[in-house]
């Protein structure tokens, strides 16, 4: 896996970050609402899953499980238990954490390929789940998630509202991975994927570090899933399904693999591209996506942000 | 406190049906810098395994400090303070130097599960790392990448790592292993600095280097101790003399 | 150096070489010659080019230039593989081992290049150590013990041309001796041997001609007459 | 007072996975056709547009197109939504943004019941119809008894629920019925068990590759000619894709079928000469519901929500695919309904020539009737 | 007799039906066994070859009249050709990194070939006729057994074994197990390591089109069929213990067992019983059934 060299960027991070904060808070006035708020769930989803990917080494097969499972808890605790949605997000994103506790228990045992291989089994067992409780409405999906009023006040119907509300919610979650990256517990995570009996013999106990990164990662992933059943007031098989784990690592590929912003940029990449060539192309949706995988691994194996970042640092050297 | 610092009774390692290691029982003196050495295969690396815990003994006690480890998981032997270099170098190839040199310092904060902590929270341990890496003459290398250095330079950085821990004892695995002679020399005086205060637990190739640091030395053969004793002493041992030097005088074996 | 009236044919003469890993310049001109039953050093401190040099040989870096000449024919355009069939036998510094095959199967998958190539026996005879652990696999072998295989293996495949990088390497006294015993024997038998050694003492016997690298250039070549001579000047340079 | 003066359709379908055959392109030719006949014929004197996505079955994919249509491009109308949990999560978006969804595609009942609305149209068929229709037909020749093999998901069960209640009404017997995983490919387990069972009719509750690949092992297993098999679900393009030779004598209900007559015909060849397939009956009605969208709204004089429902449910519908259709207040929009036999191979003396219509099930029985209807908007 | 309200009559021939499909699992995770131990790339287009197979063998029939008993051959070859033509062209970039990205590239290539084969001939798929010679079936008392079912076991089982036997236990199986490792180390030993690499990718692209022509007859051939059977016969593989050759042909069959008993005892379950044993396998021996640690 190409790690990221320390880049040299000319911008320093605190100017870019504040910058691209304040670029999202104006965002919704050019760009469709609904769209963003998409556009963020599946940037939170992606980062989220870089954290494990990018700066843990560990390839998860099977994220989709989190997704999807913190979105139809969060749906059903909103539409059938009737709590507000603030509440409905957290217990998502709690349902998303324990179940990322019982995978990462099962899976850190094993490295590599058939660290990725269990927990896409284990997620297939969710999807099998998912699609025979009564509860979730099967293949209808859970339909007909209201809204309702943050904190009881705040009427989440209008889309203003709701994007704040996503954005805020991208924000921490982004905040968050940005920390854990650049946390004492980040670095041993990057010695870990370095160099692991190195590691071990340095006397840190490495599946500890393994899972809590990992129920960090299925957390933020469940907080995302929560949120977009909040945007779409639905849930649905797909966002359990295997498609979606496997489009989650294309969209950090394609935005660059352990890079902080790539995967907001990749899945923005592919949001945007799904958006724009469902009206256009028909068919060759899959064809068109099937390409970018191919020229991204041949061509651009460290991604738009990596690629960014490669050529400011050959910039910087010159 | 008792005088010998690791001990190990009966130590036996089977690998389906072969013995790697038989009924060795090997007491390393406090403070003392100790050789293993023996012909290939021997079973000096298993050893090492066996100690650190990073294979489970078939037979035997380990005992480590007056206390029995022979069952610990292999990161809580190291947090005992006994820990263990590589045969091949090991470090974390891209982090920094100074990196490399943090993670082991960072145990002691206590902080390593904070995810929620800014890495700046860890710039109180530079200073320390700075007098490591100067301990091992490496401050102009801090900020470089380590997987750019040269090979005998990741070697003082693995050490220079291992002491962070300030470990009571440090099995080294052939340390000047694919070394020039100038970096042997530097790795040499290294070890012989970083030994005050700590014991020692080498195995080593290089008998210029066993005969320059050790102050006792034990010869392995095929899994069993040969001889033990001090320099003088087992390079006149005739066995020992016939089984791992090939020859009767133990100069020849020097580099 | 290089004598016109070298008596010995030549089996090896590399020109100006380069070579780079990616962007990285490693090698800049080697120029170097060893003719047939000669033993050659290449000296120089950690990461001066000598595996380098080796690996460009067989066209295991990244890109190179230069001129290859193997028995009077250029091969710097000839894939890796076919480098075998001109009779060349490598021992990489990692050893490279297959872990999933056995000893044994390790010892047998060369192809056999040429005649005169070791039997199984005379190769247990010489490494008892494999013997004992035949079927053992490959990774499974102490570090000692891998040494001798990947020494071995090249043995057996009859290449006359052997590219020995650090094989001493990790190995007791004992066998180091016995390796220097076998490369003299090989010498007589006609083998053209390159050795890459950290381990002077063991090289400076054996070999016929020393070649001094420095960044990727050689500084100076020694011959073994000259070599009492130049020892101060070594010991300056390489700490030997 | 049509808002912007255009009247906007959106088709919003799967161009690409699963259903793309039946819907799909098909359906946005259909859209195309509708809109084109009704300008040539009409005159209206607003500008129609149409727009189309593909929703890849994605719920959530459909959900955003559909607010982004309503919400940003002025979308009067998002039509076809083929797949259940797509159609749901539009049809509440259209009521939340009041606009219309006509639905060609999906075949849930939940959509006229539970959930329904009084923006939707659900236009073509059900399940209720299809298992209905075939169900009572096959036990009322005499296949009495029925195993079912059903899709273990909420759509299978259904339609094994609604068949089963509709062979027991009819006198038969329901054996028993194994539940396969979604999708499946290899059916040949399951048919053994239905082979077991003894039955005369193997009822199949499940859908596309499912039912065909089951069929087809059926008579690889010799269990076709012993024991019928009642397709619950199928279109035109499963006979097509699985040849005469292995569905012939299959009893299957449709909602269309293009050589019925002069006016079927005359459509489904333009229809053909374009796609180079035969329409479906949700390309065909697809076409109608369009076409009879757009008179409502000339009618009504506006594009408003309310008053075009209101036009649409009291115009009945006259055309090639429906003659004296109504939409009901639940949405169902009822007309006649076709069993269907699929001819021997023998028997068809041209390309797509493959069923004999074998009974014309009329509007008032062909759907569930309004008293049994859950829907809230149904008077009782 | 019954077992546990099972009559053994049925259970017979569930476990035959088993058997059948195990066939089909061991030939297809075979390939992906060969293609991950040689190359580590994790072939996920596997699914549409073995789709191509199928659809080369029902055009093969349909436009040139080709009948299947030279598609069986021709088919393969085709494919393997095409594999060759990728393996020279992309996945020759990509083994000096991780796994990951092979297993993408292949992903995405599988995306492409069932996007175009989709748009080419819709979803519905195609019917191909079971051969005239081996039509019919036998009465075995307990069922009716298609011929056809029959011959797909024999020549599954005697490709897999007749793979295995080359691969096991001829030297071009030691040549294929040290390239794995170290593909540099072994072209410095003189074997010609890039064509033995395209080779066996082609050989194991072209089991899949095997399969792929075996199952025309017994499924619907449309453009899907591979990809949801891909990732069962995945987790076959990681059951088996990746790249081991006997572990996918042993597991492959085992598991079309299993499989078909849960069909008989708790259907709802086929589908995930697969990857419910892949999880206990892996928990308790983490290379896998044959794999070695
Ligand atoms: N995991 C294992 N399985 C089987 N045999 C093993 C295993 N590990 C080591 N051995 C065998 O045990 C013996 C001792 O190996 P060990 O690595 O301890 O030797 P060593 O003394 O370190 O030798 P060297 O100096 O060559 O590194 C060797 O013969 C080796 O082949
Ligand atoms: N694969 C590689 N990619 C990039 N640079 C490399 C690679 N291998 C070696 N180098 C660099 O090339 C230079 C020469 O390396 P080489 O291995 O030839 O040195 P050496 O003289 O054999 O020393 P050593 O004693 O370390 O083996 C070193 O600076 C090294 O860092
Ligand atoms: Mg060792
Ligand atoms: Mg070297």
Redesign the interface.
């Known amino acids: 896996m190409s790690?990221p060299?320390?880049t040299t960027t000319l911008i320093k991070p605190e100017v870019l970050y504040t910058g691209l904060f304040i670029v999202g808070l104006i965002a919704p006035f050019a760009i469709y609402p609904t769209f963003l708020m998409k556009l963020f769930c599946f940037a939170l989803f992606a980062c989220a899953f870089n954290l494990l990917l990018g700066f843990a080494g560990l390839l998860s097969f099977g994220h989709a499980a989190f997704l999807g499972t913190a979105g139809y808890v969060c749906g059903l605790m909103v539409r059938d238990v009737g709590v507000t949605p603030e509440i409905g997000i957290l217990a998502g994103t709690v349902a998303a954490g324990l179940l990322g506790w019982v995978f990462g228990v099962l899976a850190i045992r094993r490295t590599g390929i058939y660290f990725a291989m269990i927990t896409l089994a284990l997620a297939q067992m969710v999807y099998f789940i998912v699609l025979q409780v009564k509860a979730t409405g099967g293949e209808d999906g859970l339909q007909g998630v209201p809204r309702g009023h943050l904190f009881g006040v705040v009427d989440l119907s209008d889309n203003m509202a709701m994007y704040y509300l996503v954005y805020a919610v991208f924000s921490v979650g982004f905040f968050?991975i940005y920390?854990?990256i650049?946390?004492?517990?980040?670095?041993?995570l990057?010695?870990i994927r370095?160099?692991e009996?190195?590691?071990?013999?340095?006397?840190?106990?490495?599946s500890?570090?393994k899972l809590?990164a990992f129920i960090?990662s299925a957390s933020l992933a469940g907080l995302a899933g929560a949120t977009k059943t909040l945007i779409f007031q639905l849930a649905s098989l797909s966002d359990v399904h295997w498609h979606t784990s496997g489009e989650v690592v294309l969209m950090t590929l394609l935005g660059g693999l352990g890079t902080i912003l790539g995967p907001a940029v990749g899945s923005a990449t592919i949001i945007t591209l799904q958006n724009e060539l469902a009206d256009k192309v028909g068919s060759w949706v899959t064809v068109i996506m099937g390409s970018i995988f191919v020229l991204c691994v041949l061509a651009f194996r460290r991604g738009i942000v990596g690629e960014i970042q490669a050529l400011i640092h050959r910039a910087g050297i010159r | 406190m008792s005088e010998f610092i690791l001990e190990t009774a009966g130590l036996t390692k089977e690998?389906k049906g072969?013995a790697a290691v038989s009924n060795v029982d090997l007491k390393v003196r406090r403070g003392h810098i100790h050789a293993l050495?023996?012909?290939?295969?021997?079973?000096?690396?298993?050893v090492f395994n066996l100690l650190?815990k990073?294979l489970p003994p078939t037979r035997g006690s380990i005992t480590f400090d007056g206390q029995d480890i022979t069952r610990e998981?292999?990161?809580?032997t190291?947090?005992r303070g006994l820990?263990?270099?590589?045969?091949i170098s090991?470090?974390?190839?891209?982090?920094?130097v100074m990196?490399n040199v943090?993670?082991?310092l960072?145990?002691k904060?206590g902080?390593?599960?904070?995810?929620?902590?800014?890495?700046k929270?860890?710039n109180v341990l530079n200073d320390r790392a700075m007098e490591l890496l100067e301990a091992v003459d490496l401050t102009q290398f801090a900020d470089t990448?380590t997987a750019e250095m040269?090979?005998?330079r990741k070697r003082a950085l693995e050490i220079a790592?291992?002491l962070a821990?300030e470990p009571t004892m440090m099995l080294l695995d052939?340390p000047t292993?694919?070394?020039?002679?100038?970096?042997?020399?530097r790795v040499v005086e290294l070890i012989r600095k970083v030994s005050a205060n700590r014991t020692i637990l080498m195995v080593e190739?290089n008998?210029s280097v066993v005969a320059n640091l050790c102050d006792r030395i034990t010869v392995l053969q095929r899994g069993s101790i040969l001889a033990e004793g001090p320099y003088e002493e087992v390079s006149k041992n005739p066995q020992v003399l016939e089984?791992?030097?090939?020859?009767s005088d133990m100069n020849?074996?020097?580099? | 150096m290089t004598s016109a009236f070298d008596p010995k044919p030549e089996m090896l003469r590399i020109s100006d070489l380069h070579a780079f890993y990616g962007e990285s310049h490693i090698l800049h001109g080697i120029d170097l010659h060893v003719g047939r039953g000669e033993c050659i050093t290449l000296l120089?401190?950690?990461?001066s080019g000598r595996s380098t040099t080796l690996k460009s040989i067989l066209g295991l870096v990244g890109r190179r230039s230069g001129s290859i000449m193997v028995n009077g024919k250029d091969v710097i355009a000839e894939p890796t593989h076919r480098m075998a069939r001109h009779g060349i036998g490598y021992v990489p510094?990692e050893r490279a081992i297959f872990a999933s095959l056995s000893t044994e199967e390790n010892l047998m998958l060369p192809p056999q290049v040429a005649s005169g190539g070791m039997s199984l026996d005379e190769i247990y005879r010489m490494f008892p150590?494999l013997l004992?652990?035949r079927s053992?696999p490959g990774t499974?072998?102490?570090?000692?013990?891998q040494?001798?295989l990947a020494m071995a293996r090249v043995l057996r495949t009859g290449a006359k041309l052997l590219l020995l990088d650090?094989i001493t390497?990790?190995?007791?006294?004992?066998?180091?001796?016995?390796l220097g015993e076998v490369i003299v024997e090989l010498k007589k038998r006609g083998f053209t041997i390159i050795l890459v050694e950290?381990?002077?003492?063991?090289a400076a016997p054996l070999a016929d001609r020393h070649y001094v690298l420095e960044h990727g250039e050689i500084i100076a070549t020694i011959s073994k007459e000259e070599l009492p001579g130049r020892l101060d000047w070594l010991h300056q340079t390489?700490?030997? | 007072q049509i808002s912007g003066g255009v009247v906007k359709i959106g088709v919003l379908t799967d161009l690409s996975g699963t259903y793309s055959d039946l819907a799909g392109s098909g359906a946005v030719l259909a859209t195309k056709m509708a809109i084109d006949d009704f300008i040539a014929k009409e005159k209206p004197d607003f500008k129609i547009e149409m727009v189309s996505a593909d929703h890849q079955n994605k719920a959530d994919i459909a959900s955003n197109k559909a607010r982004e249509w309503f919400e940003r491009e002025g979308v009067d109308t998002a039509t076809e939504l083929v797949t259940t949990s797509v159609a749901l999560a539009v049809m509440k978006i259209a009521k939340e943004k009041d606009r219309i969804a006509l639905m060609s595609g999906p075949a849930s009942t939940p959509i006229t019941n539970e959930q329904c609305n009084d923006v939707t149209v659900h236009y073509t068929y059900d399940t209720y119809a299809l298992a209905n229709g075939t169900a009572k037909a096959v036990t009322k020749q005499g296949g009495k008894n029925w195993f079912f093999l059903t899709a273990d998901y909420a759509f299978g069960q259904a339609l094994e629920k609604d068949a089963s209640a509709v062979v027991t009404a009819n006198g038969g017997k329901v054996l028993g019925s194994v539940r396969h995983p979604f999708p499946g490919s290899d059916f040949s387990s399951f048919l053994l068990k239905a082979q077991a069972s003894g039955a005369q009719v193997i009822g199949l509750a499940n859908a596309g590759a499912d039912t065909t690949n089951a069929i087809k092992q059926a008579a690889e297993f010799g269990i076709t000619p012993t024991q019928a098999l009642a397709g619950l679900l199928m279109f035109i393009t499963d006979i097509h894709s699985l040849g005469l030779k292995t569905t012939q004598g299959m009893y299957l209900t449709e909602g269309f079928y293009w050589d019925l007559n002069e006016e079927t015909r005359a459509w489904s060849k333009r229809f053909f000469g374009v796609q180079k397939k035969m329409p479906t009956m949700v390309q065909a009605g697809q076409y109608s519901s369009v076409y009879h969208y757009l008179k409502a709204v000339k009618a009504a004089g506006s594009d408003d929500t309310k008053k075009v429902m209101t036009q649409m449910k009291k115009m009945p519908i006259n055309d090639f695919f429906a003659k004296n259709g109504q939409i009901r207040e639940d949405g169902r929009m009822v007309h006649d309904m076709y069993l269907m036999q699929v001819k021997k191979p023998a028997e068809s003396k041209y390309p797509w020539d493959y069923y004999n219509v074998r009974q014309v099930i009329p509007a008032a029985e062909a759907f569930q009737p309004l008293s049994q209807s859950r829907c809230p908007l149904v008077k009782k | 007799m019954e077992i546990l309200g099972v009559p053994t009559a049925l259970l017979g021939s569930q476990l035959l039906v088993g058997l059948i499909n195990g066939s089909f699992y061991a030939i297809l995770s075979l390939g992906l066994a060969i293609i991950f131990g040689l190359l580590n790339i994790i072939n996920f287009a596997h699914g549409a070859q073995y789709m191509m197979g199928a659809f080369i063998a029902w055009l093969a029939l349909t436009r040139f009249e080709i009948n299947y008993w030279v598609a069986l051959i021709a088919a393969p070859l085709l494919v393997g050709l095409f594999g060759v033509i990728l393996e020279r062209t992309m996945l020759r970039k990509l083994y000096k990194l991780d796994h990951l990205y092979g297993l993408l590239l292949t992903f995405g290539l599988a995306l492409i070939i069932e996007g175009i084969f989709r748009d080419q001939f819709g979803i519905s798929g195609e019917s191909y006729e079971v051969p005239e010679a081996l039509s019919g079936g036998i009465h075995l008392g307990f069922m009716f057994l298609p011929i056809y079912r029959a011959w797909v076991v024999v020549a599954a089982l005697t490709v897999c074994f007749g793979t295995w036997f080359m691969i096991e236990k001829t030297k071009l199986g030691a040549y294929l197990r040290a390239g794995t490792e170290n593909p540099q180390i072994v072209q410095a030993l003189g074997i010609n390591v890039p064509l033995l690499i395209t080779f066996t990718y082609g050989y194991g692209v072209a089991l899949a089109a095997f399969a792929g022509v075996l199952a025309a007859p017994v499924f619907q051939v449309n453009p899907l069929m591979g990809s949801n059977l891909i990732i069962v016969v995945f987790a076959v593989v990681v059951i088996g213990g990746m790249g081991s050759i006997l572990g996918s042909i042993v597991t492959g069959i085992g598991l079309g067992l299993v499989e078909g008993l849960t069909k008989v005892f708790y259907p709802e379950a086929s589908a995930v019983v697969v990857f419910v044993i892949m999880v206990i396998v892996l928990l308790v021996r983490p290379a896998g059934l044959f794999g070695k640690a």
């Open positions: 790690t060299s320390q968050i920390r854990t650049h946390s004492p517990f980040g670095q041993i990057k010695a370095e160099n009996p190195r590691a071990i013999s340095l006397g840190y106990d490495v500890r570090f809590t960090i | 690998f072969f050495i023996g012909p290939n295969g021997a079973g000096k690396t298993t650190t990073f998981a292999p990161a809580a190291a947090r820990v263990r270099s590589f045969q090991a470090t974390f190839p891209h982090l920094s990196e943090r993670i082991g960072q145990r904060l902080t390593e599960f904070h995810f929620w902590r800014s890495e929270s860890l990448v040269p090979y005998g790592t291992t821990l052939e292993q694919g070394m020039g002679q100038e970096d042997i020399g190739h008998l089984a791992y030097v090939g020859s020849d074996a020097h580099h | 120089g401190r950690n990461g510094e150590n004992e652990r053992s499974k072998l102490s570090g000692g013990e040494q001798m650090e390497e990790g190995l007791a006294p004992v066998i180091v001796k016995k950290q381990n002077f003492r063991f390489l700490g030997v």
